[in-house]
């Protein structure tokens, strides 16, 4: 009884054992399948040419304390990637072509020690992956994803005391801070100082802009009434706006033969007097 106590024992062990360690020389196809490793808590699969991850409701992190997919072609990462990860200790994401992290990626792996993010493409890393246990963080040397993470590092509640943050450079790791004051620094000083100037600027030219276009439509609306004005003779033209009383002050016998008058030259002909007219034409009827 008790050696087969014993035997069941060893053969739990040895099932245990096998699942823990998952190392894989091929893997069929470039996307790989997590449901398949959901009982894995090492998890090896470097240089295995796999583009994408797929995640289902089936995929579980639970046991997961070590992954390691580097040297990949990753470029994005599944939203809910390691999600219940929580006793996750190691990850190894370097040389891949990552080009973003989920959002809340590593949130729930509260005993996370190691991330290594080198030799992929980002420019910002969430702040889910700082955790107080984190004892190991590498990146790329850059100026934008360097100023992202110690913009996390000086803003957050949380301490960091064994956290050791390195950039790589070459072929060598330089600690984050060094290389932001090396050369970081003298980068965003240009920018604070030339970024004001175009603002004030793009303000004084917005406004010299407005100023003029508001000065020609004035221009433009007096050159208009000024043609409005003037006939094609370029004489004055004046018009009787209300006939009606004018008619009125007229006595009986005169008519206005005239509804326009126009200022010219001086006329050399004389003008009789319309007495004068109608007593002639009276005389020519005899």
């Known amino acids: 009884m008790l050696a087969v106590f014993m035997l069941m024992i060893f053969l739990c062990t040895s099932v245990y054992t096998n ?20 009982n894995c808590s090492h998890v090896t699969l470097k240089n295995k040419n796999i583009s994408a991850i797929d995640t289902s409701k089936e995929s579980n992190y639970g046991k997961l304390k070590i992954l390691d997919i580097s040297n990949n072609s990753l470029r994005f990462l599944p939203e809910d990637f390691l999600s219940n990860a929580i006793i996750l200790q190691e990850v190894n994401l370097q040389a891949n072509l990552l080009e973003g992290l989920p ?19 980002l420019s910002v890393i969430p702040p889910s992956v700082f955790h107080g246990t984190l004892v190991k963080l590498t990146v790329d040397c850059r100026c934008d994803l360097i100023s992202n993470i110690l913009m996390h590092l ?15 450079m070459a072929s060598e790791l330089t600690n984050i801070k060094d290389f932001h004051v090396e050369y970081c620094g003298k980068q965003y000083l240009m920018l604070y100082i030339v970024l004001p100037i175009l603002v004030i600027a793009f303000i004084v030219g917005g406004t010299a802009l407005y100023l003029w276009k508001k000065k020609r439509s004035s221009t433009d609306l007096e050159n208009k009434d000024t043609s409005n004005k003037s006939p ?20 009986p016998g005169h008519r206005q033969d005239y509804e326009n008058v126009f200022i010219g030259h001086l006329q050399t002909t004389e003008i009789k007097p319309r007495n004068y007219i109608e007593n002639k034409h009276q005389a020519g009827n005899y």
């Open 19 to 38: 699942e823990e360690n998952c190392q894989f020389d091929t893997i069929k196809g470039s996307k790989l399948i997590w449901s398949q490793f959901n």
């Open 232 to 251: 094609a003779h370029g004489q004055p033209r004046y018009m009787s706006r209300n006939m009606e009383g004018t008619e009125s002050t007229l006595s």
């Open 103 to 121: 959002k809340m990626f590593l949130i729930n792996s509260s005993s996370l020690q190691i991330l290594r993010l080198e030799h992929n493409r």
């Open 154 to 168: 000086n803003t957050n509640d949380t301490e960091y005391p064994n956290l050791s943050a390195m950039c790589q």
